[in-house]
Nanobody, 126 residues
């Protein structure tokens, strides 16, 4: 059974960095696009970044472009989200998710994704 497990969240000061991991088990990710989303209480999930597993093509939300980087380790069946130059506004629960769709538009939409991890909390202090 496919499972996604995020890790790497924590408390960091503004300007700091974190690496989030999304480890998949039970199935290879070769046919998927992996998306990262974040959510704060009372708000809808917000697209952060996405990457195709096969080609490594990636897209980013404008709010994180140049600060966040998505990558993958094929051998470990794991996707990473490197967060740098963090701001208090980046505080949220970050989740990874899978979709078989890939267009620069659909990968930004929550309902495009059919499988979600449980999320990991990132808190950035000012």
């Amino acid at each position: 059974q496919l499972q996604l497990a995020e890790s790497g969240g924590g408390l960091v000061q503004a300007g700091g960095s974190l690496r989030l991991s999304c480890a998949a088990s039970g199935r290879t990710l070769s046919t998927y696009t992996i998306g990262w989303f974040r959510q704060t209480p009372g708000k809808e999930r917000e697209f952060v970044a996405a990457m195709t597993w096969r080609g490594g093509n990636s897209v980013y939300a404008d709010s994180v472009k140049g600060r966040f980087t998505v990558s993958r380790d094929i051998d470990k069946n794991t996707v990473y989200l490197d967060l740098s130059s963090l701001e208090p506004e980046d505080s949220a629960v970050y989740s990874c998710a899978l979709t078989t769709n890939w267009t620069p538009v659909t990968v930004r939409i929550v309902r495009s994704y059919s499988f979600w991890g449980q999320g990991t909390q990132v808190t950035v202090s000012s």
